[in-house]
């Protein structure tokens, strides 16, 4: 579809506000999708450097324990 002028390309045929309210939509959605993936990414980071710190937490004190114990 060729357009004689950037006039007619945002007109789009008459049809602007549906093709330009689908380009929003998807490029919103896809930036949503995007922001929400790299919190649930630090998220996820967080807890599992959690567990490491607590398993690491554990793994001393058992071992104090056990020098106490002998």
Do not use: C, P
């Not at 790299?38 to 690491?56: C, D, F, M, N, Q």
């Amino acid at each position: 579809m060729q357009f004689d002028s950037i006039s007619d390309f945002f007109h789009m045929g008459g049809y602007a506000f549906y093709v330009w309210l689908a380009y929003g939509i998807t490029f919103s959605s896809l930036a949503i999708l995007i922001v929400m993936s790299a919190r649930s990414k630090r998220k996820i980071l967080v807890e599992i450097a959690g567990k490491i710190a607590r398993e690491a937490r554990l793994k001393e004190s058992r071992g104090i324990n056990s020098e106490s114990k002998t």
